[in-house]
């Protein structure tokens, strides 16, 4: 944890920054590599018949952090999102559950 799942924007622009996201996210954190994944999910919007452009959002599910964590985690993520390009963009954090979260591994 956490996962960060980027709607509206292009998988490359995302996998271009992939590697210095999860570096700074990381460092930030102080959690393994491994508990940190990003997924790209396509997204269209229609309003009124027509398809329009959508504003990109990132929805960070993670587990309960302090504010001033979520606030540089922010600062992170925006500023990955500019190098891709967007200036604007919504970002999302849901704050998971501990009692109701489950990991299964072998």
């Known amino acids: 944890m956490p996962k960060l799942n980027f709607k509206a924007v292009a998988v490359e622009d995302v996998a271009r920054v992939s590697e210095q996201l999860l570096d700074d996210l990381q460092g930030l954190l102080q959690v393994p590599r491994a508990?940190?994944?990003?997924?790209?999910?396509?997204?269209?919007?229609?309003?009124?018949?027509?398809?329009e452009e959508a504003m990109p959002v990132v929805e960070v599910e993670w587990l309960a952090r302090n504010r001033e964590l979520q606030d540089q985690a922010?600062?992170?993520?925006a500023r990955h999102l500019k190098a891709m390009g967007h200036d604007s963009a919504d970002i999302i954090f849901t704050i998971l559950d501990p009692d109701r979260f489950y990991r299964i591994r072998p």
Request: proline share 5%.
């Open 74 to 77: 922010c600062e992170i993520v």
């Open 35 to 51: 508990n940190l994944s990003i997924e790209v999910t396509p997204s269209s919007y229609v309003r009124d018949g027509v398809v």
